[in-house]
C-alpha cells in the first residue's frame, strides 16, 4: 500500500482529535452531574457567588428597609412641618388690623439675612442658622403674643415640647435604639436652640437683638403702606432693650426714622387743618398780606388762626 498523503493524514487526525474531544465532553458532563446529585457543596462557581451573596433569611433586609421608610416618612413630616411656618402669621401685626401680614417664615428669613450685619469677630453662619430657626417651635404653638394670657413659663414649657418633637423627626427612635440617620442634626438643632434661648453667648445675644430690630422695621413699613399708628411696637422696644452695641446703632436710626416721618405727617396734617378752618376771606388776606411781610405764609396762617380762636372764644364769652 501507498502512504497516504499529508492531506489524508490531517484529516485523519482531526477526526480522531474530535471523537476524543466529544468522549471527554461527554464524561465531563456525567461526572459533574454525579458530583452536583451527590455533593451538594460543589456548586458551579458563579452559582457560588449567588449564594453567598443571598441572606439565610430576608430579615435584615427586611430590618433596612423599614428603617429606610421610616426615616423618609421622618424627612417628609419634618418638611411639612417646617412648611407650616409659611402660613403661621405674626398675631401681633394681625391683632392690629394689618390686612397683608407677614408669616412667621418671613421674619425668621430676614433676621437670618440681617446676620450679615454682624461685625467679622462673630460667628455668622451660627447666626444665620439661629435666625432660620430661631422661631420653628411656632410650627406646633403658633405666635404665642404677650396679650394672649400664656405666662412666660408655659410658653417656655410648650416651645420645648415642640422643639423636642421636631428633633426627634431627625433622628427617629426604634426598638429602644437609635438609628443614626440624622442624629448630629437634631443634636445641632436642641443645641442652637437652647443657646439661642438662653442668651449667653454673644451670637445668641445678636440674633435677640436682630429679631427685635427687625420687628420695628416691619412696623414702619405697615406704618407707611397702610397708614396705621403701630407707635405701641417702638414704645416697647427701645434702643436700651438692645445689647449690640452696632445694632444699638442701627435701632436708633429706624427710631430716628419714624419720629421724622410722624413729624412731618403732623405738620402735614396741620397744614390741611388750617386749611380747612380759614375763611377764602383769611386765606386771600394772607396770600396778599404775604409779599410784602417778612413772616412767611405759614406764620401769617397761625396768626390768623390765632385770632379766629380769640375772636370766637370773646363771641362765645359775650353770649354767656
Excluded at 46 to 68: F, G, V, W, Y
Excluded at 119 to 135: N, R
Excluded at 204 to 222: R, S
Excluded at 223 to 230: I, P, Q, S, T
Aim: charged share 25%; glycine share 4%; net charge negative.
Amino acid at each position: 500500500e501507498s502512504l497516504p498523503s499529508g492531506r489524508e493524514r490531517f484529516i485523519h487526525c482531526s477526526r480522531t482529535c474530535g471523537l476524543v474531544l466529544a468522549h471527554l465532553l461527554l464524561a465531563s458532563t456525567l461526572i459533574s452531574s454525579s458530583c452536583c446529585s451527590g455533593f451538594k457543596s460543589h456548586h458551579h462557581p458563579i452559582r457560588s457567588l449567588h449564594t453567598m451573596a443571598e441572606p439565610k433569611d430576608n430579615s435584615s433586609l427586611e430590618r433596612a428597609q423599614n428603617d429606610t421608610s421610616d426615616y423618609n416618612h421622618a424627612a417628609v413630616e419634618f418638611a411639612q412641618l417646617l412648611g407650616r411656618l409659611k402660613t403661621t402669621p405674626r398675631t401681633g401685626w394681625v391683632r392690629r388690623g394689618v390686612p397683608k401680614w407677614e408669616s412667621v417664615a418671613d421674619h425668621s428669613w430676614r433676621v437670618a439675612a440681617l446676620s450679615l450685619l454682624l461685625p467679622e469677630d462673630y460667628d455668622v453662619q451660627k447666626c444665620i442658622a439661629m435666625g432660620v430657626l430661631h422661631d420653628v417651635a411656632e410650627s406646633l404653638t403658633g405666635d404665642i403674643c404677650p396679650d394672649d394670657g400664656v405666662s412666660q413659663q408655659e410658653k417656655a414649657r410648650l416651645e420645648e415640647k415642640a422643639v423636642d418633637k421636631i428633633a426627634s423627626l431627625l433622628s427617629r427612635v426604634k426598638n429602644g435604639a437609635e438609628i443614626d440617620f440624622n442624629a448630629s442634626s437634631a443634636k445641632q438643632l436642641l443645641s442652637l436652640l437652647h443657646e439661642y434661648e438662653k442668651r449667653e453667648s454673644k451670637e445668641a445675644i445678636a440674633v435677640k437683638d436682630l429679631d427685635l430690630l427687625d420687628m420695628i422695621i416691619q412696623a414702619g413699613e405697615y406704618e407707611e403702606c397702610y397708614g396705621l399708628d403701630l407707635g405701641e411696637f417702638y414704645d416697647g422696644t427701645p434702643v436700651s432693650r438692645f445689647r449690640t452695641s452696632e445694632l444699638q446703632n442701627v435701632a436708633q436710626a429706624v427710631h430716628d426714622q419714624r419720629k421724622s416721618r410722624m413729624d412731618a405727617q403732623s405738620n402735614s396734617t396741620e397744614k390741611n387743618t388750617t386749611k380747612n378752618a380759614l375763611s377764602a376771606s383769611d386765606a386771600a388776606f394772607i396770600a396778599e398780606y404775604s409779599k410784602a411781610s417778612t413772616l412767611s405764609s405759614e406764620e401769617l396762617e397761625r396768626v390768623v388762626m390765632a385770632m379766629r380762636k380769640w375772636d370766637n372764644k370773646s363771641t362765645n364769652t359775650g353770649n354767656d
